[in-house]
């Protein structure tokens, strides 16, 4: 196999674990606040569909990018309104989430099938200037990519250095000891699901605007379930949701790799490395509860009477 | 005070007070409908002229209602593998992968054994399709029982798996000649038998004879009593002596064994054929047509044929009127959010 | 002598609570109490389960509301409708089952609830002030450990962390050493102590006499939801205190007692050496030996949250022994499962009938049922002869005179029928071997005399019967043998005629007494 190859394998597993690792970033968020949103496939072809739209039309990827965003956090505040203010089951109302955003991604989409856009510019990784023109070009990223583990960090101190993110661990925790504290359960739940759905936009946003550059329905081909897959494999901790998208892309790009070289491992296999591993390391914690999932996740917080 | 309550469904009762629960569902549905009429306004469609091309074709004409029917017979078996676990606590979210598992299982009968004569070929696909179901299911199941591992997160880990794993025996072994993506057609006697000349097949009785048996068993066997009283205070039915752990691992398996079913009746029965991905949510689609039915029998009916309705229409839609068929899951989602989000018509009713 | 930091004393001197009275359904938790606490001071609550130590408590941090009453901070009237509102009157209370969030730091469990808390985290000075407050009062605990991590005395700690950090000034605790090991006890006295001498206000809520003795400076005992009487320390001794908690009750013993001979039968539940290991807040069993014999009664006193609930789920098999072993009917059934100790012929009839026996939304008729599915099944299962069930449960009923609703969902009972459903199941069957916690708990005075002499005909037709109760009256009238628990230990081993309620009340309350042989 060829070191071009190689590159060419890594480049495109950075490409596709970027918009993975936002989504996964935006869901941690969620469900530290105790809400597990299964419509995230939804709210990524709802973001996707609509940032490809406005910046098809605008001609600016960074005017599609905020509509990605918005629009991925309004979809997060439908599942709020279903499950924190009427008090819907979770697990029903993210699938209906799900249903609504292949449609609606659907019609939004109809008519850009096939659009070319002005994307974003791709700059070079610094420190490889020096690498002959043929590689280079397999290195040049979108800002986006740039970005993303920067915002695991930012992520990371929200939840753990401010009061706001303070607040909101602690309502997924136990909603009624954040209520004790003088704590808006609702509110912060509702803050948690706009800012998750944002930073999903931004994935979704990457994806189709950065990485492809085009729109087709069902684009995101099961991303929703395997950020939510990664979710749990990183203990709902962003930092380790980096490790998660990075073994994703691994994955991804192992499954490229073996194809290249003509190894014959079924690709429907090694998709399935993401998932099987996050339920053996559920298995491997087992009954040690310490990190595990939000105690409040899934739970209705009926407020006080 | 504050409560903070467990997320285990609470279901309406589909008893005492009947007529205002089919009041308030069709008011419900009638909303969603006027949401999605809005879309279709939108999108230059006459809604209007779009209803009544739906009812027309899926109430009005004897093959578009048969239509809606056979899109029902995957449904009713898939809500019924969430509404059975769902009596003693245990959330199946996993219908998805069980009915893929079901359907391969079902189509290695069917491949392997396709010179046997039907009445013996299609109770051993029915065998082996529950049989694949029910594997799937154990795992949850087991780990559930043991406190190991909620059955919630496993069941939803296990689903995006098993498409792949069709996805490999079609791809590596089970392929036909001409195409990568799905199987060899079934022999004759693999197909499960269709009636009145529609596509209607026999999983339709099958469903509707579970959901009665499941009815019954509920309501009448020594079984059903035990499952209704872990469901109602599973630390009480242990201390009752009831056996908690096995009753957790075989109604989740027995769960699966149904949604493993629902996978073979429409390989065996719709399809004649496996293809890559054929299910197309029709897992979740039964999670939530049982969430909203509460778990009932007659409820799971009348939901999945809303939803049918919806569907069959949706396809109809795409033909006469240009409306891209995913646009009808907007349809659906609308129907759902209605439900769920459960606005009060009538005072005081909650 | 007062060296308070910042003028805690000027907040307020003296907490007065006038004629607070509370009702909930059925039972009058508190009666026209009055209490005052003062600053500088601390005041036990002392009385038995139930007295109303907790709910009068509870009123004083708004987590009830109270029906009449008023409660005065300095003189002036205050209303106290929430927790919130009692933290800014800087009351602050500290509940028996601990409010932390087990996953996340000590830090950040009191950063929750500072008042004023910035919007990013300065760690570094939260930990600053924890370790100030911390030091001061010998509270020290690392504060980047998980609570989850903690033990049961670190959480204590923590709690009381919370409420200092939070400005409180008079701090309430619900029995604050129900789960504490001895050094600990002795610590937290140490705590309460040095608190007390900065100009705090504590409340202690308890039950155990030495306790109070040690550390208190005033004392209220409460019986029945009525202040018994409030002592200053100097005027409080062991005696005068046991005869305001348990008032002496007249009345004639229901049944006289049964002379067995225990050399003879081989007991029907036989415990050797057993330990279990606690979760969470549940009481270990240390070393316990027991044995029940045909046509006995052994009574388990002990004041509950002492290892009586433990010792019922030991003997059905709902707790495993760490340690010894367990035998029914003389098998070993140390490994067996509750339903094997079911199926051999032992009921059970647990404290708390809504919640460990009942499924609430099946009827009574069903509930009946519940336990012995097998028995009532026809067609291998595939139906329920309700008819049976029906004749079986009439008998039992007729038996002990009871009488309520079957076909009515188990839910809509009320909380003494629920109780005689449950005692009627169980006796169904007629059981060689019943064990049954607070059998009494929620029946009329005809339902409660009907339930005893239901056991001692069980007793009477050969059966044993472990009785968990903390009705010390019905103990020592119903039992053959008692026991006393205390921390999970037995502490108390004896017949009931050569002792008395003051004797038990000494050992359930962790009194050391050195036990009268009888001649």
Same mark, same amino acid.
């Given at each position: 196999?060829?070191?071009?190859?190689?590159?060419?394998?890594?480049?495109?597993?950075?490409?596709?674990?970027?918009?993975?690792?936002?989504?996964?970033?935006?869901?941690?968020?969620?469900?530290?606040?105790?809400?597990?949103?299964?419509?995230?496939?939804?709210?990524?072809?709802?973001?996707?569909?609509?940032?490809?739209?406005?910046?098809?039309?605008?001609?600016?990827?960074?005017?599609?990018?905020?509509?990605?965003?918005?629009?991925?956090?309004?979809?997060?505040?439908?599942?709020?309104?279903?499950?924190?203010?009427?008090?819907?089951?979770?697990?029903?109302?993210?699938?209906?989430?799900?249903?609504?955003?292949?449609?609606?991604?659907?019609?939004?989409?109809?008519?850009?099938?096939?659009?070319?856009?002005?994307?974003?510019?791709?700059?070079?990784?610094?420190?490889?200037?020096?690498?002959?023109?043929?590689?280079?070009?397999?290195?040049?990223?979108?800002?986006?990519?740039?970005?993303?583990?920067?915002?695991?960090?930012?992520?990371?101190?929200?939840?753990?250095?401010?009061?706001?993110?303070?607040?909101?661990?602690?309502?997924?925790?136990?909603?009624?000891?954040?209520?004790?504290?003088?704590?808006?359960?609702?509110?912060?739940?509702?803050?948690?699901?706009?800012?998750?759905?944002?930073?999903?936009?931004?994935?979704?946003?990457?994806?189709?605007?950065?990485?492809?550059?085009?729109?087709?329905?069902?684009?995101?081909?099961?991303?929703?379930?395997?950020?939510?897959?990664?979710?749990?494999?990183?203990?709902?901790?962003?930092?380790?949701?980096?490790?998660?998208?990075?073994?994703?892309?691994?994955?991804?790009?192992?499954?490229?790799?073996?194809?290249?070289?003509?190894?014959?491992?079924?690709?429907?296999?090694?998709?399935?490395?993401?998932?099987?591993?996050?339920?053996?390391?559920?298995?491997?914690?087992?009954?040690?509860?310490?990190?595990?999932?939000?105690?409040?996740?899934?739970?209705?917080?009926?407020?006080?009477? | 005070?504050?409560?903070?309550?467990?997320?285990?469904?609470?279901?309406?009762?589909?008893?005492?007070?009947?007529?205002?629960?089919? *009041?308030?569902?069709?008011?419900?549905?009638?909303?969603?409908?006027?949401?999605?009429?809005?879309?279709? %306004?939108?999108?230059?469609?006459?809604?209007?002229? =779009?209803?009544?091309?739906?009812?027309?074709?899926?109430?009005? =004409?004897?093959?578009?209602?048969?239509?809606? %029917?056979?899109?029902?017979?995957?449904?009713?078996?898939?809500?019924?593998?969430?509404?059975? &676990?769902?009596?003693?606590?245990?959330?199946?979210?996993?219908?998805?992968?069980?009915?893929?598992?079901?359907?391969?299982?079902?189509?290695?009968?069917?491949?392997?054994?396709?010179?046997?004569?039907?009445?013996?070929?299609? &109770?051993?696909?029915?065998?082996?399709?529950?049989?694949?179901?029910?594997?799937?299911?154990? %795992?949850?199941?087991?780990?559930?029982? *043991?406190?190991?591992?909620?059955?919630?997160?496993?069941?939803?880990?296990? +689903? &995006?798996?098993?498409?792949?794993?069709?996805?490999?025996?079609?791809?590596?072994?089970?392929? =036909?000649?001409?195409?990568?993506?799905?199987?060899?057609?079934?022999?004759?006697?693999?197909? %499960?038998?269709?009636?009145?000349?529609?596509? *209607?097949?026999?999983?339709?009785?099958?469903?509707?004879? $579970?959901?009665?048996?499941?009815?019954?068993?509920?309501?009448?066997?020594?079984?059903?009593?035990?499952?209704?009283?872990? !469901?109602?205070?599973?630390?009480?039915?242990?201390? +009752?002596?009831?056996?908690?752990?096995?009753?957790?691992?075989?109604?989740?398996?027995?769960?699966?064994?149904?949604?493993?079913?629902?996978?073979?009746?429409?390989?065996?029965?719709?399809?004649?054929?496996?293809?890559? +991905?054929?299910?197309?949510?029709?897992?979740?689609?039964?999670?939530?047509?049982?969430?909203?039915?509460? !778990?009932? &029998? $007659?409820?799971?009916?009348?939901?999945? =044929?809303?939803?049918?309705?919806?569907?069959?229409?949706?396809?109809?839609?795409?033909?006469?009127? !240009?409306?891209?068929?995913?646009?009808?899951?907007?349809?659906?989602?609308?129907?759902?959010?209605?439900?769920?989000?459960?606005?009060?018509?009538?005072?005081?009713?909650? | 002598?007062?060296?308070?930091?910042?003028?805690?004393?000027?907040?307020?001197?003296?907490?007065?609570?006038?004629?607070?009275?509370?009702?909930?359904?059925?039972?009058?938790?508190?009666?026209?109490?009055?209490?005052?606490?003062?600053?500088?001071?601390?005041?036990?609550?002392?009385?038995?389960?139930?007295?109303?130590?907790?709910?009068?408590?509870?009123?004083?941090?708004?987590?009830?509301?109270?029906?009449?009453?008023?409660?005065?901070?300095?003189?002036?009237?205050?209303?106290?409708?929430?927790?919130?509102?009692?933290?800014?009157?800087?009351?602050?209370?500290?509940?028996?089952?601990?409010?932390?969030?087990?996953?996340?730091?000590?830090?950040?469990?009191?950063?929750?609830?500072?008042?004023?808390?910035?919007?990013?985290?300065?760690?570094?000075?939260?930990?600053?002030?924890?370790?100030?407050?911390?030091?001061?009062?010998?509270?020290?605990?690392?504060?980047?450990?998980?609570?989850?991590?903690?033990?049961?005395?670190?959480?204590?700690?923590?709690?009381?962390?919370?409420?200092?950090?939070?400005?409180?000034?008079?701090?309430?605790?619900?029995?604050?050493?129900?789960?504490?090991?001895?050094?600990?006890?002795?610590?937290?006295?140490?705590?309460? /102590?040095?608190?007390?001498? /900065?100009?705090?206000?504590?409340?202690?809520?308890?039950?155990?006499?030495?306790?109070?003795?040690?550390?208190?400076?005033? @004392?209220?005992?409460?019986?029945?939801?009525?202040?018994?009487?409030?002592?200053?320390?100097?005027?409080?001794?062991?005696?005068?205190? @046991?005869?305001?908690?348990?008032?002496?009750?007249?009345?004639?013993?229901?049944?006289?007692?049964?002379?067995?001979?225990?050399?003879?039968?081989?007991?029907?539940?036989?415990?050797?050496?057993?330990?279990?290991?606690?979760?969470?807040?549940?009481?270990?069993?240390?070393?316990?030996?027991?044995?029940?014999?045909?046509?006995?009664?052994?009574?388990?006193?002990?004041?509950?949250?002492?290892?009586?609930?433990?010792?019922?789920?030991?003997?059905?098999?709902? @707790?495993?022994?760490?340690?010894?072993?367990?035998?029914?009917?003389? /098998?070993?059934?140390?490994?067996?499962?509750?339903?094997?100790?079911?199926?051999?012929?032992?009921?059970?009839?647990?404290?708390?009938?809504?919640?460990?026996?009942?499924?609430?939304?099946?009827?009574?008729?069903?509930?009946?049922?519940?336990?012995?599915?097998?028995?009532?099944?026809?067609?291998?299962?595939?139906?329920?002869?309700?008819?049976?069930?029906?004749?079986?449960? /009439?008998?039992?009923?007729?038996?002990?005179?009871?009488?309520?609703?079957?076909?009515?969902?188990?839910?809509?009972?009320?909380?003494?029928?629920?109780?005689?459903?449950?005692?009627?199941?169980?006796?169904?069957?007629?059981?060689?071997?019943?064990?049954?916690?607070?059998?009494?708990?929620?029946?009329?005075?005809?339902?409660?005399?009907?339930?005893?002499?239901?056991?001692?005909?069980?007793?009477?037709?050969?059966?044993?019967?472990?009785?968990?109760?903390?009705?010390?009256?019905?103990?020592?009238?119903?039992?053959?043998?008692?026991?006393?628990?205390?921390?999970?230990?037995?502490?108390?081993?004896?017949?009931?005629?050569?002792?008395?309620?003051?004797?038990?009340?000494?050992?359930?309350?962790?009194?050391?007494?050195?036990?009268?042989?009888?001649?």
């Amino acid at each position: 196999m060829t070191l071009l190859a190689l590159f060419g394998v890594i480049s495109s597993a950075i490409f596709s674990g970027t918009s993975l690792l936002y989504t996964t970033l935006g869901e941690v968020i969620d469900e530290r606040s105790g809400i597990v949103n299964l419509g995230l496939e939804g709210v990524l072809l709802v973001s996707a569909s609509s940032g490809f739209a406005v910046t098809a039309l605008s001609g600016s990827p960074y005017l599609g990018i905020l509509v990605s965003v918005l629009a991925g956090g309004l979809m997060n505040i439908i599942l709020g309104y279903l499950v924190i203010t009427r008090k819907a089951n979770q697990l029903a109302s993210g699938l209906a989430l799900m249903f609504f955003g292949f449609g609606l991604s659907a019609l939004i989409g109809k008519s850009f099938v096939g659009t070319k856009i002005n994307s974003l510019p791709r700059l070079l990784l610094p420190g490889l200037e020096g690498l002959p023109r043929i590689y280079t070009s397999l290195f040049k990223f979108d800002p986006l990519i740039y970005l993303v583990i920067p915002m695991a960090f930012l992520v990371w101190w929200l939840l753990f250095r401010t009061r706001w993110g303070l607040g909101l661990r602690a309502v997924g925790e136990n909603a009624d000891i954040a209520y004790a504290s003088g704590r808006n359960p609702h509110l912060i739940r509702y803050q948690a699901l706009f800012v998750g759905g944002m930073l999903a936009g931004l994935g979704a946003a990457q994806l189709a605007i950065a990485y492809a550059m085009n729109w087709t329905e069902y684009m995101t081909a099961g991303r929703g379930f395997i950020a939510v897959a990664l979710v749990i494999f990183s203990k709902w901790h962003p930092l380790r949701a980096i490790v998660g998208a990075l073994i994703f892309s691994a994955a991804v790009a192992f499954q490229l790799l073996l194809q290249s070289s003509g190894v014959q491992i079924s690709p429907f296999l090694l998709d399935t490395i993401p998932y099987l591993l996050t339920l053996i390391v559920l298995i491997a914690w087992g009954g040690n509860r310490k990190h595990s999932a939000p105690a409040s996740l899934g739970r209705v917080y009926q407020g006080s009477e | 005070m504050l409560k903070t309550s467990e997320v285990a469904p609470r279901f309406p009762m589909l008893q005492n007070k009947t007529i205002i629960l089919v *009041i308030r569902y069709l008011y419900m549905i009638l909303l969603a409908f006027l949401l999605f009429g809005v879309i279709l %306004l939108i999108s230059g469609k006459d809604p209007l002229q =779009s209803y009544k091309d739906i009812f027309t074709y899926t109430l009005g =004409s004897a093959y578009g209602f048969s239509e809606v %029917l056979v899109a029902m017979i995957p449904m009713l078996l898939t809500a019924l593998a969430v509404a059975l &676990p769902a009596r003693v606590g245990l959330i199946n979210v996993g219908g998805e992968g069980q009915l893929y598992i079901g359907a391969a299982f079902a189509t290695f009968g069917a491949l392997t054994f396709s010179s046997l004569p039907a009445w013996l070929l299609l &109770p051993i696909m029915i065998i082996l399709g529950m049989l694949g179901g029910a594997l799937w299911a154990f %795992l949850p199941g087991y780990l559930k029982s *043991i406190g190991l591992v909620n059955e919630t997160i496993t069941t939803l880990l296990l +689903n &995006p798996v098993a498409p792949k794993i069709i996805g490999f025996l079609i791809f590596g072994f089970w392929h =036909s000649p001409m195409d990568t993506i799905k199987t060899p057609n079934f022999v004759e006697a693999a197909r %499960l038998p269709t009636f009145f000349g529609t596509r *209607i097949h026999l999983g339709l009785f099958i469903g509707l004879i $579970l959901l009665v048996l499941f009815w019954l068993f509920m309501k009448y066997t020594r079984w059903g009593l035990e499952i209704r009283a872990i !469901g109602n205070n599973a630390q009480a039915a242990r201390r +009752n002596g009831v056996p908690l752990k096995k009753y957790l691992i075989i109604v989740m398996c027995v769960g699966g064994a149904i949604a493993g079913l629902a996978g073979m009746s429409q390989v065996s029965g719709f399809y004649g054929v496996l293809l890559l +991905n054929f299910s197309m949510s029709l897992g979740y689609m039964g999670f939530m047509v049982s969430w909203l039915a509460g !778990g009932e &029998p $007659l409820g799971i009916v009348l939901m999945s =044929s809303v939803i049918s309705v919806i569907i069959t229409g949706g396809n109809l839609l795409q033909l006469t009127r !240009g409306v891209p068929y995913s646009v009808i899951n907007l349809l659906l989602a609308f129907t759902l959010f209605v439900v769920l989000a459960r606005p009060n018509l009538i005072k005081g009713k909650k | 002598m007062l060296k308070s930091p910042d003028s805690i004393s000027s907040f307020f001197n003296v907490v007065s609570m006038r004629g607070i009275t509370k009702a909930f359904p059925g039972v009058l938790a508190n009666d026209q109490i009055d209490l005052d606490i003062y600053a500088s001071e601390v005041h036990a609550l002392l009385g038995e389960n139930g007295a109303g130590k907790s709910t009068l408590m509870k009123i004083l941090y708004g987590f009830y509301r109270l029906d009449s009453g008023q409660i005065f901070v300095n003189e002036q009237p205050v209303t106290i409708q929430s927790p919130h509102d009692a933290r800014t009157i800087k009351i602050g209370m500290v509940f028996q089952d601990f409010s932390l969030i087990p996953a996340l730091s000590v830090m950040e469990n009191l950063a929750l609830f500072l008042p004023q808390l910035p919007a990013v985290l300065d760690v570094k000075g939260i930990n600053q002030r924890i370790h100030q407050v911390s030091e001061r009062y010998g509270l020290e605990v690392n504060p980047d450990a998980l609570v989850s991590q903690l033990s049961i005395g670190e959480l204590q700690k923590v709690e009381i962390l919370k409420l200092l950090l939070a400005d409180a000034r008079l701090l309430i605790l619900d029995e604050p050493t129900r789960v504490l090991a001895p050094h600990e006890v002795q610590a937290l006295f140490k705590v309460i /102590d040095s608190l007390k001498k /900065d100009g705090y206000a504590i409340v202690l809520i308890t039950h155990k006499l030495k306790e109070v003795l040690e550390c208190a400076d005033r @004392i209220t005992v409460l019986r029945t939801g009525k202040v018994a009487g409030t002592l200053l320390r100097s005027e409080a001794n062991e005696e005068c205190l @046991i005869s305001l908690m348990f008032e002496k009750k007249l009345g004639s013993p229901i049944v006289t007692h049964k002379k067995v001979s225990p050399e003879k039968v081989s007991p029907l539940l036989e415990l050797k050496d057993v330990s279990t290991h606690a979760e969470g807040l549940e009481t270990s069993l240390k070393a316990i030996d027991l044995k029940v014999n045909p046509g006995e009664i052994v009574g388990v006193a002990g004041v509950s949250g002492n290892g009586q609930k433990e010792l019922g789920d030991v003997a059905m098999g709902l @707790i495993h022994c760490s340690h010894g072993k367990k035998f029914i009917f003389g /098998d070993d059934f140390t490994n067996r499962s509750i339903q094997e100790v079911r199926m051999s012929g032992v009921a059970f009839i647990p404290e708390n009938p809504l919640t460990m026996s009942i499924a609430p939304f099946l009827t009574v008729l069903q509930n009946m049922a519940i336990t012995r599915t097998k028995k009532y099944a026809r067609m291998g299962g595939l139906s329920m002869d309700w008819q049976a069930v029906r004749v079986d449960v /009439d008998r039992s009923t007729q038996k002990l005179g009871f009488s309520f609703p079957l076909y009515i969902l188990a839910r809509s009972l009320s909380g003494g029928n629920l109780q005689r459903m449950v005692v009627a199941r169980e006796l169904i069957d007629e059981p060689r071997l019943i064990i049954a916690s607070y059998l009494t708990r929620g029946l009329d005075v005809q339902s409660a005399i009907a339930a005893r002499q239901a056991l001692v005909q069980a007793r009477d037709n050969g059966a044993g019967v472990l009785l968990i109760s903390e009705d010390l009256e019905e103990l020592i009238a119903l039992s053959d043998w008692l026991i006393v628990l205390y921390t999970g230990k037995i502490v108390g081993n004896f017949r009931p005629e050569e002792t008395n309620v003051y004797e038990i009340g000494h050992l359930m309350t962790g009194l050391e007494v050195e036990h009268v042989e009888n001649q």
